[in-house]
Antibody
């Protein structure tokens, strides 16, 4: 059973960048999409973007246009999310999650999730 | 983006109670609706997909229903481990999915 293991918490200054990793343990990302989501303190869940490593497909939330990058290293089954020009409102727990489709691909879910990476943006 | 709402935002209940949470989409999403459970400090866990299909291993006291714009999550007999926050999520317009704001179930 695939588990997703994320990198540790980060504290960053406004205007800097952060790179968070997500490694598949016990499996690979072959032919799967990995989505990134975030949750600001005490708030709900927001989709950030996705990468399909095997096909090089990338999508991201419009609100993060120009600031977010997704990459993958298939040799280590690791995907990365890099967010630049950080602002205080980017403070959140960032999750990676495998996109799992049920019923011949018709129903897309997030399962499993990584443990989350807290990114704090503070001067 | 498809907007999702949930009600109530929070509720207090006792062990053994029947609990119902409502989720509404601002346009029809057929049955492309998932439910997740999140406990404090933990990542969400998938409970139900396709509005009413229980993920393998999820207790049968959880059930989902609905189609179109209105959906419900029901816990038939609340257990101590069920105190958590529940989120609905539309998967109709992938990859740009959206979540409801969450419903927190706490102990009365």
């Amino acid at each position: 059973q695939v588990q997703l293991v994320q990198s540790g918490a980060e504290v960053k200054k406004p205007g800097s960048s952060v790179k968070v990793s997500c490694r598949a343990s016990g499996g690979t990302f072959n032919n799967f999409a990995v989505s990134w989501l975030r949750q600001a303190p005490g708030q709900g869940l927001e989709w950030v973007g996705r990468i399909i490593p095997s096909f090089g497909i990338l999508n991201h939330a419009q609100s993060l246009q120009g600031r977010i990058t997704f990459t993958a290293d298939t040799s280590t089954s690791t995907v990365y999310m890099e967010l630049s020009s950080l602002r205080s409102e980017d403070t959140a727990v960032y999750y990676c999650a495998r996109v799992r489709a049920y019923d011949s691909g018709g129903y897309s879910t997030f399962d499993p999730w990584g443990q989350g990476t807290l990114v704090t943006v503070s001067s | 983006d498809i907007q999702m709402t949930q009600s109530p935002s929070s509720l207090s209940a006792s062990v053994g109670d029947r609990v119902t949470i409502t989720c509404r989409a601002n346009q029809s999403i057929s049955n492309y609706l998932n439910w997740y459970q999140q406990k404090p400090g933990k990542a969400p866990n998938l409970l139900i997909y396709a509005a009413s299909s229980l993920k393998s291993g999820v207790p049968s006291r959880f059930s989902g229903s609905g189609s179109g714009t209105d959906f419900t999550l029901t816990i038939s007999s609340l257990q101590p481990e069920d105190f958590a926050t529940y989120y609905c999520q539309q998967s109709y317009r992938i990859p740009r999915v959206t979540f409801g704001p969450g419903t927190t179930v706490d102990i009365k």
